[in-house]
């Protein structure tokens, strides 16, 4: 069964600091890795897009990395900021990506505080 | 530009009744998502819509979810018959299709969903 689990499941940090978020996923076959932001009342705003020959992937302060052998991702956040609270899903896509075939981690929420 | 929009942005109704829940998706966007969201879950494949092909019904949970999209633009989801187990934020996504076979390749752009609530 394909699966994605995210961890943390929630996360506090202090406004300035970095933090890592992980991805670990059972999907097959592996077609793409995304991330998602998504704000309280919001829909999720995607943050960036890995296929498998993709190590890393940068959208500003957010740094994604993929290493499709171990099936691991990570969501790096520099120097974070007030907005950056929000909760943050792992969304795995099989095959040629059809929407049946993605499978969505249930997200770590992060909160940025003074 | 304009995003994907949903209506109504809440919606709160007695067990049994139906209610419908409409999506705009991004303007030339020829694919069509919605998902549904419950409280700490993931998000939760339910159906999808690409051009005038037939649509992909897999994710619907029951025969009282149904789906329209009309002119290749508007969706509407109706849930006949609500049960409490329904509530859940609706999201409805929108993307452009590529790839090979028809097949979506691209981010897809979700609206700000719709939160119902089944008393």
């Known amino acids: 069964k394909n699966q994605v689990e995210q961890s943390p499941q929630s996360l506090i940090i202090l406004e300035g600091k970095n933090c890592t978020l992980q991805c670990n996923y059972t999907v097959s076959p592996f077609s793409n890795l995304r991330w998602y932001k998504q704000d309280t009342g919001r829909g999720p705003v995607s943050l960036t897009i890995m296929t498998f020959s993709e190590n890393t992937k940068s959208n500003g302060r957010y740094t994604a990395t993929l290493d499709a052998d171990t099936k691991q991702s990570s969501l790096h956040i520099t120097a974070s900021q007030l907005s950056d609270s929000a909760s943050y899903i792992c969304?795995?896509?099989?095959?040629?990506?059809?929407?049946?075939?993605?499978?969505f981690g249930t997200g770590t929420r992060l909160q940025v505080t003074l | 530009g304009a995003g994907v929009s949903q209506s109504p942005s809440n919606k709160v109704t007695e067990k049994g009744k139906d209610v419908e829940l409409r999506c705009d998706p991004i303007?030339?966007?020829?694919?069509l998502y919605w998902y549904r969201q419950s409280l700490g879950q993931g998000l939760e494949f339910l159906i999808y819509f690409q051009g005038n092909s037939a649509p992909d019904k897999s994710g619907l949970p029951s025969d009282r979810f149904s789906a329209e999209r009309t002119g290749g633009s508007v969706s509407t989801l109706t849930i006949q018959r609500t049960q409490q187990e329904d509530s859940a934020v609706y999201l409805c996504a929108s993307s452009l299709a590529g790839g090979r076979g028809g097949r979506p390749q691209g981010t897809q752009y979700f609206g700000p969903g719709t939160r119902l609530t089944v008393l």
């Open positions: 303007s030339g966007h020829t694919a």
């Open positions: 969304v795995v896509s099989a095959s040629a990506g059809t929407a049946s075939k993605l499978t």
